[in-house]
């Protein structure tokens, strides 16, 4: 018997072995591709030899050390890194453990700094609806992942969402694509003024949606827009970067093919790539400098904050994605693998859009492609899917509720950036496999 609380606990799930590049193996040897990267985490795939042994190396000179009283060489150095590489205007890092760390630093950052410019009103965040920021409480409360926030509602703060931007389901007829993001972009104004411009304090967003809405990108323009409705009212623009950034969509940064630089940025899992915790908060230096010359100490902590073991893994692993040319891969086989996905699936009676960038793909799945009808919740296709893929040796990130947390299912891909070409024609057969047994 075991004695792990499980995320399903009416799950048997199999015991994982080891990893050997792209693929994962059980005790039962039984090899699968690793489709989704976990959550869009492993980039670099498993068992990468430069980053164990930098992980290794760290191990060997000192493990932890509490940030209250050393910074680490490590740590300066990959925020060094980051900052070389991050939109203008980003100037500081603060290293955490995760997404969910990153995005509660963010909120309470973004506070902190009204609070320091005597701006203390504002308080209230926008956000999107069919987005995921992370699982603790303010977390949550900024998502506007519908049935992930209702259990715990009467916990959270109090935010407001304002619509995503979702060409496949959303454009008019007859309207440009620009025109689109323009109109649902202006709905970012409209809820500043509801909410009264003076208490508002932030919007937070993703670039490219991620598990929530199956890799959404913006349609040009959005985000600039977003960036000048931002720059209009004095609230800050957070992204959300957890899932899209480190190079999943083609560029290091996703809102780099956006055009715009955000405020306060947010990033983990391929920062990591699985083989250490680790998450960060990017901020301009007009936030950072109202805490230096303000009160000169952010309200804010957490014991593995800037671990120099993880910090050492991510350095290893920025390397590979900015100096060992991996981002630039990401991009050329991201093509390759949407191009292929379209080939085979693009006319199937069941899929009506495949959409995303890089190696960050999403193929939403509908009852009638003709109508984009989706089929009845009940069915849970995304789960049948999810199971019948991994039957098949292919993991891959299915979720249901993709339209407005209810209806709606598809299938998220986030393969590792070291995939070949011949691993393309492994994942069109196991989808296939899973459609042919589902539908």
Not at 151 to 164: Q, R, Y
């Amino acid at each position: 018997m075991s004695h792990i609380f499980a995320r399903h606990t009416k799950q048997n799930a199999p015991t994982i072995a080891r990893g050997e590049g792209v693929y994962l193996y059980d005790v039962n040897d039984k090899r699968y591709f690793d489709g989704s990267g976990g959550a869009a985490v492993s980039c670099l795939g498993h068992n990468d030899a430069d980053v164990i042994k930098a992980i290794k190396d760290q191990l060997d000179q000192i493990a932890f050390a509490h940030t209250g009283f050393f910074t680490s060489k490590p740590a300066e150095a990959l925020a060094d890194k980051l900052i070389k590489h991050a939109p203008d205007g980003l100037d500081r890092v603060y290293l955490v453990s995760g997404g969910s760390e990153a995005v509660e630093a963010a909120l309470k950052l973004a506070r902190q700094y009204f609070i320091e410019i005597s701006q203390p009103q504002r308080h209230k965040v926008i956000a999107r609806r069919q987005s995921y920021h992370g699982n603790t409480l303010g977390a949550l409360a900024t998502g506007g992942n519908l049935w992930r926030r209702e259990p715990f509602a009467p916990l959270m703060i109090e935010t407001s969402h304002i619509a995503p931007c979702y060409e496949y389901r959303d454009k008019k007829p007859g309207e440009c694509s620009y025109d689109y993001g323009q109109r649902i972009a202006n709905e970012l104004e409209a809820e500043i003024i509801r909410q009264g411009p003076e208490q508002v304090m932030a919007f937070f967003a993703e670039p490219v949606v991620g598990a929530t809405a199956g890799a959404l990108p913006a349609v040009e323009g959005y985000f600039k827009r977003i960036r000048e409705i931002c720059d209009q009212y004095g609230i800050l623009l957070m992204l959300d970067e957890i899932m899209c950034g480190m190079g999943r969509t083609g560029t290091l940064f996703a809102c780099e093919q956006d055009g715009i630089q955000p405020d306060l940025l947010t990033i983990a899992k391929g920062l990591g790539a699985g083989y250490q915790p680790i998450g960060a908060m990017l901020c301009s230096d007009k936030i950072y400098k109202a805490i230096e010359e303000g009160s000169g100490f952010f309200q804010h902590g957490h014991t593995y904050i800037g671990h120099p073991t993880a910090a050492a893994a991510a350095l290893a692993v920025l390397t590979k994605l900015t100096d060992g040319g991996l981002t630039e891969r990401c991009a050329i086989m991201g093509e390759k693998l949407q191009s292929a996905l379209k080939n085979a699936f693009a006319a199937h009676p069941h899929i009506g859009d495949i959409r995303g960038r890089g190696l960050f793909i999403g193929l939403e799945i509908v009852e009638n492609r003709e109508t984009k009808q989706t089929f009845d919740p009940k069915r849970a296709i995304h789960k049948a899917l999810k199971k019948a893929a991994f039957d098949a040796g292919l993991v891959c990130y299915p979720m249901g509720g993709t339209i407005d947390g209810v209806k709606g299912d598809h299938i998220l891909l986030a393969p590792p950036f070291i995939m070949q070409e011949e691993h393309i024609d492994e994942i069109i057969e196991k989808l296939s496999l899973a459609f042919d047994e589902v539908f």
